[in-house]
């Protein structure tokens, strides 16, 4: 039987588990009345959107700073180098209860340590609000795999019965891994590293501390929540990158193409993360629209259809936000000017005229990629995409960054300029762009169909991205009181992308040439039976394999007596030895020698451009520039 630590103690009995276990048990969730609470106000609609389900008040809990030190002995998850890129995958369990029992759990994806079995991490993770009736820390240490699934190394569970201030924490204390949770692969790795002596043992262990940092300053706690550090990840994706031949800019600046072989560089495709400092305020709790009946199977995966669906949409969220060898990663102490200069850097202050899809978590995490009319997020969503199918997000919508020509006045002033749309000296894309904060504008909207954020939040979404970005001005738009000017703006950046961008159209197998930004055209193409206009890529391989097939047809005729190809006859027979009965017989029948030449070519390249047509199909791919 295996060990359950708890706080600093390594033994307990089964009754004293299974009373642990009640403990941690959530109480029973609240069911919202999405029905009635959406975007719009109306006791009319569909199901979802805005979600006033109160959070269950609580006494303010306690702020705890956990810190995952380092794992030893880890399982071999790599053959070739024998050894594992690992990192951690902690999720928080209290005894709060959360306000519908879809609400995600509350994770941390520690960074990657690369080839190594003997990690180092030293990552804190700060919560806010943990109660007094302690915490269950679950960790599982995975290798990572881009290119395939991730093994699991192991797991370990810390359990903490109760938390004050005076609790004494927990110190740098050893874990050991559960076995049966590794990945059999990794475990094989493992036995074959013991007997060749590559590995002193089987068993491997993760340090862990947990400490106290006094009371959550909040007005109660009824949830909890990660205060910080503020960490940015910048992803790039090797799936989308090589199919679009897009690549990240030279020192130089300029933009090379894929030509030739392929090359291990960095496509300059990418997705962000940004872990703002939470709590998101309370009333920013958004459900998912059912403006059709199949949505709710997609976000519970309920039935055939919703299986499919929803696993395709995880899978494209891990594919866009792909951790590989080239992600960045790096964390600040608190929000700071440097962390909004690393947002603008992201975000490529104001060049290209880009336009950015963005979700925010209730964690609040800030996700985002560069979208518009000319760039279509494939199977179904792009929120859907971004969210990984969450039930619940905080808000979402659209961005895009404007330079300002005077950074002590406000955007409204009638004096000030912007960059779109005039074109100002100074910056992209002919000079390096200033690094000052107050020199830039945040426009973001809620201009999400599969959420349907409510309007009159964004007064509170402005006042918490001028908290998580000081110096930066921000500005929202109502996607629907401001459509008339929402849609002039963006449509100058789009000018402007035009202009200034790479001139690369980004597409994702988009089912029709115009993307909607609000999502609701996607959706309402796919429910059409049948529909999808673009060749699957199934069709395309059968038709390759037909033409193929046909090919393989058309020159087994070839070799017939009539075309002077006798190899087929056996070694013992000549090549041209029946040419003079050939010719006989044709002479006989009428026919011409060089009619018959002519109709062969014909065949031949008939042939040809059919197989061309299809060759051309799969190099493009349904990811094709446009």
């Known amino acids: 039987m295996e060990e359950t630590h708890q706080g600093q103690a390594t033994g307990v009995t089964a009754d004293a588990e299974k009373q642990d276990e009640q403990a941690f048990e959530p109480s029973k969730p609240q069911t919202s009345n999405t029905s009635e609470s959406n975007t719009s106000e109306s006791k009319k609609g569909p199901e979802g959107g805005y979600d006033d389900t109160p959070i269950p008040r609580r006494e303010p809990g306690y702020t705890v700073k956990f810190t995952f030190h380092r794992a030893n002995n880890l399982p071999l998850a790599d053959i070739n180098t024998l050894s594992a890129d690992p990192f951690i995958l902690a999720e928080l369990m209290t005894a709060l209860p959360n306000r519908h029992k879809e609400d995600p759990p509350l994770t941390l994806r520690t960074r990657t340590v690369r080839q190594n079995t003997n990690p180092v991490w030293n990552q804190e993770w700060i919560v806010a609000n943990v109660p007094s009736s302690g915490f269950k820390l679950k960790c599982r240490i995975y290798d990572e795999d881009p290119a395939d699934h991730d093994d699991r190394l192991g797991n370990v569970h810390v359990e903490v019965a109760s938390v004050n201030e005076n609790w004494g924490g927990i110190k740098e204390q050893l874990y050991p891994l559960r076995k049966r949770m590794v990945s059999k692969r990794a475990f094989v790795l493992r036995a074959v590293a013991v007997c060749i002596r590559k590995a002193e043992h089987m068993s491997g262990t993760l340090t862990v501390s947990a400490e106290v940092l006094g009371r959550t300053q909040d007005e109660h706690g009824g949830r909890v929540y990660t205060i910080g550090p503020q960490f940015w990840i910048r992803h790039y994706s090797p799936l989308l990158g090589r199919l679009l031949g897009q690549k990240e800019p030279d020192e130089s600046g300029n933009v090379s193409r894929r030509t030739g072989k392929t090359k291990a560089e960095r496509y300059n495709f990418q997705s962000n993360q940004l872990q703002l400092r939470g709590p998101v305020p309370e009333h920013m709790y958004h459900r998912y629209v059912v403006f059709k009946p199949f949505v709710k199977n997609m976000f519970t995966a309920k039935g055939v259809r919703g299986f ?101 006045k406000s955007p409204e002033d009638p004096s000030q300029q912007s960059h779109p749309p005039q074109d100002m000296d ?99 193409h796919l429910e059409q039976a049948g529909e999808y206009q673009e060749s699957h890529l199934r069709h395309q391989v059968q038709g390759v394999a037909g033409a193929k097939a046909g090919a393989l047809k058309h020159h087994m005729g070839d070799f017939t007596p009539s075309h002077n190809n006798e190899g087929w006859r056996g070694k013992h027979h000549d090549a041209n ?11 006989e029948s009428g026919q011409s020698k060089g009619k018959g030449k002519i109709e062969r070519n014909e065949a031949e390249v008939n042939h040809q451009d059919y197989v061309n047509n299809h060759v051309e199909l799969i190099t493009a791919g349904p990811m094709a520039q446009r």
């Open 577 to 587: 030895e029946d040419n003079e009965e050939v010719e006989r017989q044709r002479k």
């Open 308 to 408: 499919i669906l929803s696993k395709a949409l995880h899978h494209q969220h891990a594919r866009v936000y792909n951790f590989d060898h080239a992600t960045e990663y790096k964390e600040f102490p608190d929000p700071c000017k440097a962390f909004t200069q690393k947002f603008l850097e992201l975000v490529h202050y104001d060049q290209g005229g880009r336009i950015f899809t963005y979700v925010l978590t209730l964690d609040a995490l800030f996700r985002f990629t560069e979208t518009g009319k000319e760039f279509g997020i494939d199977m179904l969503s792009k929120h859907t995409m971004h969210s990984d199918v969450a039930a619940y997000i905080a808000f979402s919508g659209e961005f895009f960054i404007r330079r300002l020509k005077h950074p002590n």
């Open 426 to 524: 100074g910056g992209p894309p002919k000079e390096e762009p200033k690094t000052d904060p107050s020199y830039y504008e945040l426009i973001i909207d809620n201009d999400s169909g599969t959420y349907r954020p409510n309007a009159k939040l964004l007064p509170q979404l402005k006042a918490f991205f001028e908290a998580n970005f000081p110096g930066l001005h921000i500005r929202t738009l109502d996607c629907q009181g401001d459509a008339e000017k929402m849609e002039h703006m963006k449509n100058e950046q789009r000018e402007k992308k035009k202009k200034e961008g790479d001139h690369v159209i980004y597409t994702q197998a988009s089912r029709s040439s115009s993307v909607s930004s609000s999502d609701i055209s996607e959706l309402d």
